[in-house]
């Protein structure tokens, strides 16, 4: 069988956006926005990061003096900065840390810049090479656009005494400067990040899916869908408004067993309740869940054990 370029989905489309002097983070510069909703929205792939995280932060530093030196001026630990760095590279891929320095030239400061808020330069626009454009809104989820005037431009990190004296001249003075950033992908330093679960983002938006279709079940009192046919024409809109609300109050797991009183003169005013029935069972959305929960854990590398309702859940399966 062969294949061709054309059939396979890109994952990451990166392309300049002219404006803002920066390379856009896929089609609509908001790929690590995306990836902090999926995660936060699928407990499966939350408790994989997590585990992921722990993994990679083990018990922090060797040295146990340096695991609590105070590293900035928000009185963060060396193991605090340590356990960020962890948390953004399980999540993106990527991370990227603050340096602030002293007259001396030495670094007086470290913190961390949330990765989701830094973006690459654009390498056409040689006024931003070997810098790092940050701003707190690229997904523009706050305001309806990017107010370019609140991006700043961070030169990248450099241990050469001579190239930082030369980033603090071309600022025109260390109070104008502003610092420096470590920014790190795993794709390499000119390159965004692709995390290790970006081939089972659809499994991850599918496991946050099927807890809404269960929180449904419970909220309608697991009950089936059903049109409800009303004999008649209701006089106005107001009389069919009134009539919907009512219907509505006997709705969702709170009211389950209640009963209903509708009047009729006749047999022919008798509504009529027509079920609609699903083509889901029981064990299709169990073994859809199953084989999700699967995918994601398999993505981090992880063995299922780890995960509490795993066994149980694959026991069911097989019952």
């Known amino acids: 069988m062969k294949v061709t370029i054309n059939e396979i989905q890109k994952r990451l489309s990166v392309k300049p956006s002219k404006s803002e002097g920066i390379l856009s983070y896929d089609v609509d510069n908001a790929y690590p926005q995306r990836m902090m909703r999926l995660i936060g929205g699928s407990g499966t792939a939350r408790n994989c990061v997590r585990l992921y995280s722990k993994f990679l932060s083990g018990k922090g530093f060797k040295d146990l003096q340096f695991f609590d030196t105070i590293l900035n001026r928000k009185k963060e630990t060396a193991d605090k900065i340590l356990r960020k760095v962890d948390n953004d590279f399980c999540k993106y891929g990527g991370f990227a840390a603050h340096f602030n320095y002293n007259l001396n030239l030495k670094i007086s400061e470290i913190t961390i810049i949330p990765f989701e808020h830094t973006r690459l330069p654009d390498p056409e626009k040689p006024e931003f090479k070997n810098k790092i454009a940050v701003y707190d809104d690229w997904a523009k989820e706050f305001c309806t656009r990017i107010k370019k005037e609140k991006i700043k431009w961070i030169d990248r990190y450099t241990s050469d ?131 999700t929960k699967d995918s994601i854990i398999e993505s981090f590398g992880q063995p299922p054990e780890l995960f509490p309702g795993a066994t149980a859940l694959l026991f069911l399966m097989t019952r």
């Open 161 to 291: 005494p001579i190239e930082i004296q030369k980033q603090i001249e071309a600022a025109g003075n260390i109070e104008a400067w502003n610092g420096q950033v470590f920014w790190f992908s795993n794709e390499g330093e000119h390159s965004y990040p692709i995390p290790i679960y970006d081939p089972v983002l659809e499994d991850i938006d599918t496991d946050a899916e099927i807890k809404i279709h269960r929180n449904s079940n419970v909220r309608t009192g697991f009950s089936a869908s059903h049109i409800f046919v009303h004999k008649g024409k209701f006089e106005n809109d107001t009389d069919r408004e009134e009539f919907n609300s009512r219907i509505s109050e006997f709705q969702g797991s709170d009211v389950a067993g209640s009963m209903m009183v509708i009047e009729v003169e006749t047999e022919e005013e008798k509504p009529e309740l027509i079920e609609v029935k699903s083509q889901l069972n029981d064990r299709v959305i169990t073994v859809t869940n199953r084989n």
